[in-house]
């Protein structure tokens, strides 16, 4: 079944966040980790009841301010502040409601903090479910959705992975 038409322009916005990276593409934190994380997130979504529009914006954004594959202290700010920049021109058509959701989630993933907020936590667990990238296996106890904490208590997402057009090119 084809998604609901998108209220941004999905491919056009992650070329333009891509071409600014800093980091280099192919780093741990790069855009092939954020399109794990849009997978993963979008995947979570169907059980946890987030916003899928919050979790494709978040994947893109959360690490796109990074400028090295350390700590990088403020580098969560830092994206939401770039997603600010960019509402206007890039995601005007998106609700105030989702955009708090988008900049809370960007500001504070970098923390270890489990969230209530199913759109909240769906976007960090997405992310920490691809921990796998740099042999840490998740860890069920820092998910914040059941969903999540039952792929990472099984070891693995792969078999939770039916999808395939939810994979970016
Ligand atoms: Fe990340």
Redesign the pocket.
């Known amino acids: 079944m084809p998604s609901p038409a998108l209220p941004f322009e999905e491919t056009l916005l992650w070329q333009h966040i891509a071409s600014q990276y800093q980091g280099r593409l192919e780093s741990i934190?790069g855009p092939a980790?954020?399109k794990r994380?849009r997978r993963n997130g979008l995947l979570l979504a169907t059980k946890t009841g987030a916003d899928p529009v919050v979790v494709r914006l978040f994947s893109v954004f959360?690490?796109s301010r990074r400028t090295n594959d350390g700590w990088d202290h403020g580098h969560g700010g830092r994206g939401a502040e770039f997603a600010t920049q960019l509402r206007k021109e890039w995601l005007g058509n998106i609700s105030d409601d989702q955009f708090e959701l988008l900049h809370y989630a960007c500001t504070w993933?970098t923390d270890g903090h489990h969230h209530h907020d199913p759109t909240i936590g769906t976007c960090w667990d997405a992310?920490r479910l691809?921990l796998g990238r740099v042999s840490i296996i998740p860890s069920a106890e820092f998910m914040s959705t059941a969903f999540a904490k039952e792929m990472a208590a099984a070891g693995s997402i792969q078999p939770y992975l039916p999808h395939d057009d939810w994979e970016m090119s």
């Open positions: 934190h980790h954020w994380v959360h690490d993933h992310d691809d």
